[in-house]
């Protein structure tokens, strides 16, 4: 079921094409929601903090600085929802995109109704997040393995040395399904239905993309990794030892 959209959430349209950017206005303020847009972005940064933007639907080819460089800079900077306005043709674009912290993206033609969807679905996770930290922790567990704590109120992950850092919703999503069952291979499919509320193809590259950044924030090697290993043509299975 797709949550209600959020009261006063403010979308920001980042978008070159004229044509494109007036009909992704006028469907998201038909549906109630605060828009703002722009053709181009090179201070995207200041603009999602100075303007309280909850959503970015931001296109990867833009003049100036592009899609990929604004996304890596949002996400250093903000826990603001990004989805990506792709073209067919930028497969390795997308998952570049998703390494930099992307949550989801959409490939142009896109349906106006689906990229509705997944901007509720999005929008509902951004705003759960700023809830009350008492309230989730009350709902969401801390999981402590081999001297490594997921911090699942915060996403954060934390080493031995006390470093840490708070996980993308991707990430997190997908490691939390791998803890929540030690020991056991969960396939590809079962991964993708625990990090993606949207329909996804046969050949979608993101749980790969996932595990390779869990495993270096885990400090695996990836070539022989302890924490998420490999099940070759079946998925993969979370090996570390829970306390």
């Given at each position: 079921m797709?949550?209600?959209s959020p009261t006063n959430a403010h979308i920001l349209i980042v978008e070159d094409d004229f044509a494109s950017r007036s009909l992704l206005v006028s469907y998201f303020e038909r549906e109630?929601?605060?828009?703002?847009?722009?053709?181009?972005?090179d201070d995207l940064v200041k603009?999602?903090?100075?303007?309280?933007v909850d959503l970015v639907l931001l296109d990867i080819n833009l003049p100036g600085?592009?899609?990929?460089?604004?996304?890596?800079?949002?996400?250093a900077a903000s826990r603001v929802g990004i989805i990506l306005v792709t073209s067919?043709?930028?497969?390795?674009?997308?998952?570049?995109?998703?390494?930099?912290g992307a949550d989801d993206y959409v490939t142009k033609p896109f349906n106006p109704r689906e990229l509705l969807?997944?901007?509720k679905n999005l929008l509902w996770r951004v705003r759960s997040q700023d809830k009350d930290p008492r309230e989730n922790a009350r709902q969401v567990a801390v999981w402590n393995f081999e001297g490594w704590s997921l911090d699942g109120s915060k996403r954060l992950l934390t080493a031995s040395d006390e470093t840490s850092e708070r996980l993308p919703e991707g990430e997190f999503k997908l490691l939390h399904a791998l803890i929540a069952h030690p020991g056991q291979v969960l396939s590809r499919d079962q991964l993708m239905d625990a990090?993606?509320?949207?329909?996804?193809?046969?050949?979608?590259?993101?749980?790969?993309?996932?595990?390779?950044?869990l495993?270096?924030?885990?400090?695996?090697?990836?070539?022989?990794?302890?924490?998420?290993?490999?099940a070759h043509g079946a998925g993969y299975m979370f090996a570390g030892e829970l306390e």
């Open positions: 797709v949550p209600d109630g929601y605060r828009i703002s847009e722009t053709e181009q972005a603009r999602v903090e100075d303007d309280n600085k592009d899609g990929l460089t604004l996304t890596r800079e949002l996400r067919k043709g930028d497969e390795i674009d997308r998952i570049v995109g998703l390494e930099l969807v997944r901007a990090i993606h509320d949207r329909e996804w193809t046969p050949n979608d590259r993101s749980v790969d993309v996932l595990v390779g950044r495993r270096r924030k885990l400090r695996d090697n990836p070539a022989d990794p302890h924490f998420i290993l490999t």
